[in-house]
């Protein structure tokens, strides 16, 4: 045996794939499943139902069955309402677009799950994620993307602690997501047509401005929508119903196509203009961690993604006081959010990055 390695099973075809390959390997696998919430992706639970019922555990024990390894789930709904579903809560409330998946990940995976991995005898941690670890040229343990560009996934494990790298098995980063269903298929798992979710794993129906109206009404007033200059062009419903860049929904008639630039909590203001006006020429970011070094001491060039799935821009990143960075790009990049990641490469190696404060 290679060694005890727990597999992070959602129920989905990846993780389902992982736990199989490295089986195959001949590593001692186990898989485990969080429960995280009692509502989410077409369902919702009472508190005291048995997790069994859950579609994401119900799945991953099929498999687990089906490749004869030992499955185990573990119940994170505190936590995770703590630290995930209560941040993307408050972020939006503060006029911030938050990215759930990069809270979670290193605080929830990467951070309870692992442990409670531990707990159970794992050596090795491994998820369904398109992203590679491999050794650097000094020797060190590093994050990079994945070969499959349309699904690197990278950008939302840049918050993971630099000292669990070497701990990490990413076996799909090699591999294209065609590539994942062909093995699926070939393998015969039970899982291997299952669609693929795209939302966010706990809001229910993908309807993040419901939950923000049930849970957090207070931060939905009524207010103006101004150009740039402060003039009245319509009415809002609430500014964090808002995100920057945004074109549609506005319910503004103007001689020329009109995108949301600013989110003003304090003056209750949607804050819109031309196209051109969307596009920023650097930013604050806060909040940081590093993956290439342990901290950053002067200025240095870099790629970097403003939000998942976006193209990098080159540009160089400055430290300043209080662990903040300053990224000045070379050609202005669209829709500059504050909420969202920076996330800074070196070629196809994550750097480092932050939470965009303005």
Not at 1 to 25: N, R
Not at 202 to 216: G, H, I, T
Not at 250 to 260: F, Q, S
């Amino acid at each position: 045996m290679k060694g005890k390695v727990a597999v992070a099973m959602s129920g989905g075809v990846d993780s389902s794939l992982v736990a199989t390959i490295l089986k195959e390997e001949g590593y001692e696998v186990f898989g485990i499943t969080m429960r995280l919430s009692d509502e989410g992706r077409g369902f919702c639970l009472s508190p005291e139902t048995d997790a069994s019922k859950l579609s994401s555990v119900s799945d991953a024990k099929k498999v687990s069955e089906q490749i004869g390894i030992r499955h185990y789930v573990a119940d994170f709904r505190d936590i995770f309402k703590a630290k995930v579903i209560d941040y993307f809560l408050d972020e939006y409330s503060a006029g911030r677009t938050p990215n759930p998946c990069v809270a979670c990940n290193p605080q929830i995976k990467f951070g309870a799950l692992m442990e409670r991995a531990k707990q159970l005898g794992a050596e090795y941690f491994a998820t369904g994620h398109y992203a590679r670890v491999k050794k650097t040229a000094h020797g060190e343990y590093g994050l990079y993307m994945g070969v499959d560009k349309h699904k690197d996934q990278s950008y939302a494990l840049y918050r993971i602690r630099r000292d669990i790298l070497k701990y990490i098995k990413l076996p799909l980063g090699e591999k294209t997501k065609a590539e994942t269903r062909q093995l699926a298929e070939e393998y015969g798992l039970v899982v291997a047509k299952k669609a693929e979710s795209q939302e966010v794993c706990f809001v229910p129906d993908d309807d993040y401005k419901a939950m923000l109206r049930r849970y957090r009404p207070y931060c939905l007033k009524p207010g103006d929508i101004v150009d740039m200059s402060g003039k009245v062009l319509g009415r809002h419903e609430g500014v964090p119903l808002y995100t920057i860049g945004q074109r549609k929904g506005l319910g503004i008639a103007y001689e020329k196509p009109l995108y949301v630039v600013k989110l003003d909590m304090e003056k209750n203001q949607v804050v819109v203009s031309g196209n051109d006006d969307v596009y920023r020429e650097g930013l604050i970011a806060e909040k940081t961690n590093w993956l290439a070094f342990d901290e950053l001491t002067s200025p240095i060039r870099v790629n970097a993604r403003i939000r998942y799935g976006a193209r990098e821009g080159m540009g160089t990143v400055t430290p300043l006081s209080d662990g903040k960075i300053k990224v000045t790009f070379d050609k202005p990049q669209r829709a500059v959010t504050p909420g969202q990641s920076v996330v800074l490469y070196d070629g196809e190696q994550v750097v480092g990055g932050g939470i965009i404060v303005e």
